[in-house]
C-alpha cells in the first residue's frame, strides 16, 4: 500500500512538469506571435497610408493606397503568407488575450481571402464611396501644421491620376466579369464627378488646405505652395476626375448586369474598406 502511494504521489509531482511546456518555448512562441503581429500591423499601415495617416503616422504621408490588380493579387498572396504564420504559432499555455489576439487575426485573413472570390476591387465605386469621393474626403483629415505637410500633400495630389487610372482599369474587369452596380447608381458617381471637377479652381475641395496656412509657414513658401490659378497649371495639380465623366457615361450597360454565371449577386460583394480590419498588436 505504501508503494502504490509513492507512486501515487510521485506521478502527482511529475504530471504538471509533462503537461506544461518548457518556459523558454513558451516565452519564445508568445514573442514569435507578437513579433507577427507587429509585422502584419506594418504591412497594413504601409499598403495603406492614408489609413496610417488618420492614425497619425506620418511615415506614408506622401503616398496613396495602391488599388492595381498587381497590387490586390499580390495583397492576397501577402494574406495567404500571414495566415499560414500565424496558424502554425502554437497557443498552448498563452494568456486568454493572446490567444484572442491570434484567433480574431486568423479570422480576419481567411475572412479577406474568402472573400476576393466576389472580385470586389472590380467594382470600386457607387454613389456612396470610390476615390472620387474618398480623395476629397480624406484632405479634411490631413494635417497642415507644417511645410512638409504640404510638399507631403501635393506629392499625394500627383499621384491621385494613376489611383483613378487603376481604378477605371477594375471597373473595366468588372464589366468583363458582369459585377457592376446599376447604371442608375453610376449615373450619380458621374455627377458627383462632374461637380469637383467642374469647380473653380480655388474653391475646389483640394484647394482648401492652400486657401489658409498656419503662422509657423514663412511667406517664401506659402508663395511656393500656393494653389497656380491659371487652368493649365491648375490642371497638373488638381487631379482628374474619371477621365471625362460625360463619355464615360456612356459606357455604361443601359441595365444592371445579370448575376455571374456562378449564381453570386453582383451587389453581394463586400465592400473593402481602405483600412485594413487587422487590430494592432497587443501593448
Not at 52 to 62: M, Q
Not at 86 to 106: C, N, R, W, Y
Not at 128 to 134: D, S, V, Y
Not at 212 to 224: H, L, M, Q, V
Amino acid at each position: 500500500m505504501r508503494a502504490v502511494l509513492l507512486f501515487v504521489l510521485l506521478l502527482t509531482l511529475l504530471l504538471p512538469a509533462v503537461a506544461a511546456p518548457p518556459a523558454t518555448d513558451l516565452e519564445a512562441r508568445r514573442k514569435a506571435l507578437n513579433d507577427l503581429l507587429g509585422e502584419q500591423w506594418e504591412y497594413t499601415l504601409k499598403t495603406n497610408p492614408e489609413y496610417a495617416t488618420i492614425l497619425g503616422d506620418k511615415r506614408y504621408n506622401d503616398q496613396l493606397a495602391d488599388v492595381s490588380l498587381k497590387f490586390v493579387l499580390a495583397d492576397l498572396e501577402m494574406s495567404r503568407k500571414f495566415l499560414a504564420r500565424f496558424e502554425a504559432i502554437d497557443t498552448a499555455g498563452f494568456p486568454e488575450q493572446e490567444k484572442l489576439s491570434k484567433a480574431l487575426m486568423v479570422r480576419d485573413l481567411k475572412q479577406q481571402l474568402d472573400f476576393a472570390v466576389f472580385k470586389e476591387w472590380e467594382m470600386p465605386v457607387n454613389q456612396m464611396g470610390g476615390p472620387h469621393l474618398g480623395m476629397p474626403q480624406l484632405v479634411a483629415l490631413l494635417p497642415f501644421t507644417n511645410v512638409k505637410d504640404y510638399e507631403d500633400y501635393i506629392s499625394r495630389l500627383r499621384r491621385f491620376s494613376k489611383v483613378l487610372d487603376d481604378t477605371m482599369d477594375n471597373m473595366r474587369r468588372g464589366m468583363a466579369d458582369h459585377l457592376m452596380p446599376p447604371r442608375f447608381l453610376l449615373e450619380k458617381v458621374v455627377t458627383q464627378s462632374e461637380n469637383i471637377v467642374t469647380a473653380d479652381v480655388a474653391k475646389s475641395p483640394f484647394a482648401q488646405p492652400l486657401a489658409k496656412f498656419p503662422d509657423s509657414i514663412s511667406e517664401a513658401d506659402r508663395k511656393r505652395l500656393q494653389m497656380p490659378r491659371s487652368p493649365p497649371s491648375a490642371n497638373q495639380l488638381i487631379p482628374h476626375t474619371l477621365s471625362s465623366p460625360s463619355s464615360s457615361a456612356k459606357t455604361m450597360p443601359q441595365k444592371a448586369a445579370p448575376r455571374p454565371a456562378s449564381g453570386l449577386c453582383p451587389m453581394a460583394a463586400p465592400t473593402m474598406q481602405p483600412e485594413s480590419s487587422a487590430a494592432p498588436p497587443p501593448i
